[in-house]
């Protein structure tokens, strides 16, 4: 008697996650479309070791649909960089330029905080960047903070900037 | 029938440790056990992996540690104290943190000059602070709320060196040693 309880508590379990998941997965919400596509992000700024110099340039210019045609990106990192980046031709040279000259390259867009409009078109999100470079032992980490827009169903980033965690 | 007898109780031996008496009360125990660790490792006691230099000698690469999240239950942080601290203070758990120590506190004036940290005009004693140090840089006045937090190793460029200000809710815990 007990023992077909507990086997019926596991399965009404199961089959409730199954359909959590089932719904996630059919009926995403907004917030994880933009989830969704921060990742995709990292994974196409990530360079592959050995990744031909096409598929470098290839993964570039597929870098850049992920922002608008007039995005900007804004790069402060006191005494290391500063630069500003307006529209995708801009960023194309620069992501061409950083990918030429590295080997690898692993990029990750860790805790995620996605903050909708309330018009449902716009969002804002913050997330830590964590870029790890062949031969460092140490992860470059860096906090960044983007706006996005919904173009056409679909979510890019409209302005980008580093934020300092300390200030 | 001798060999028989012998590897019966041997075998009842090992399933009552692996498995106990009972296989259902077994199963609810494993699964009280994996939540509370769960709960424990991610409020209380946090596991970290130390990775970067900014605090050496204190603290080596690669070094195994747990954040205490209870830390500051009591007391607020205090001068001397190594913190771990969130990037984004809205992350509740955070996958990555900063370890620093804070060494000034609200309402102080932080400055360096000739490689010593300044606390409102005085000469901080800093015997945790290993390496040489040049760093020199203007009095900044903490608001409310507000601690600078810097890594031990100070050989490194001030550029390169993660410091500043965290706010109180940045600071997590305190590393446990």
Known sequence: ?167 | MQTVEAAVPQAGWIRRVLIGRDFKLTLVRIVIWVALLWVLGRCVLVPVRVNGISMLPTYQQEGRNFVNRLAYVFHEPRRGDVVAIRLDPHVRFPHLLYLKRVIGLPGETISFQEGHAYVDGEQLDEPYVKYPCHWAHEPLKLGPGEYYVVGDNRSMAWEDHEHGIATRGQIVGQPIW
């Open chain 1, 1 to 167: 008697m007990v023992k077909r309880w507990f086997l019926r508590l596991v399965l009404v379990a199961v089959l409730a996650a199954g359909a959590y998941w089932a719904w996630q997965f059919l009926f995403p919400n907004q917030e994880q479309l933009i989830r969704n596509e921060l990742d995709s992000l990292a994974k196409a700024a990530s360079i592959a070791p050995g990744e031909s110099a096409l598929a470098r340039l290839a993964k570039a210019q597929g870098l850049t649909t992920y922002f608008t045609t007039n995005a900007q990106v804004v790069v402060d990192i006191p005494g290391r960089i500063e630069r500003t980046l307006n529209g995708r031709e801009e960023l194309l040279e620069a992501a061409g330029g950083a990918r030429a000259s590295l080997h690898s390259l692993n990029v990750k867009l860790l805790d995620v905080q996605v903050l909708l409009g309330p018009d449902k078109q716009s969002a804002d999100a913050s997330m830590t960047l964590e870029a790890t470079m062949p031969g460092e032992s140490v992860p470059e980490v860096q906090q960044v903070k983007a706006s996005l827009t919904k173009v056409g169903g679909e979510w890019l980033i409209q302005h980008a900037e580093t934020v300092r965690a300390l200030r």
